[in-house]
């Protein structure tokens, strides 16, 4: 099995629809997919599923995106970790670049988000 197809995604959105969507597009091109719906949530799915790369909506119910980064980043398991929002990039905060490896605008194009997941890391 390559690289590509043994990634773990982690998608964080309260959108669970569109999440659901997304990650059954990611499954179908060969990742390993999880959702959670909030911060918390994508905290606990962090620590079970080890994934290397999380997808994070900015704009979640529990806690911000910029807040679960943080915490994400605290993890000793190195993920490279995105924002994806429907915030114009002129709505980013200051930490924005520390805390994440991209941003990507929503709504995201599939393709373009599968080859950003399967770059190396």
Known sequence: MNEARSLRVLLVD?????SELLAE?????GLETRCAINGEDALAQAAAFDPQAVLV???LPDMDGYELARKLRARAAPTRIYALSGLAR???HEDAA???DGWIEKP???DALLTVL????
């Open 25 to 29: 597009f990611l499954a179908l091109s």
């Open 118 to 121: 399967r770059q190396p890391g």
């Open 90 to 92: 002129h709505e980013r």
């Open 98 to 100: 520390s805390l994440f």
């Open 14 to 18: 309260d959108n669970e629809m569109g």
């Open 108 to 110: 995201a194009d599939p």
């Open 57 to 59: 909506d900015i704009l």
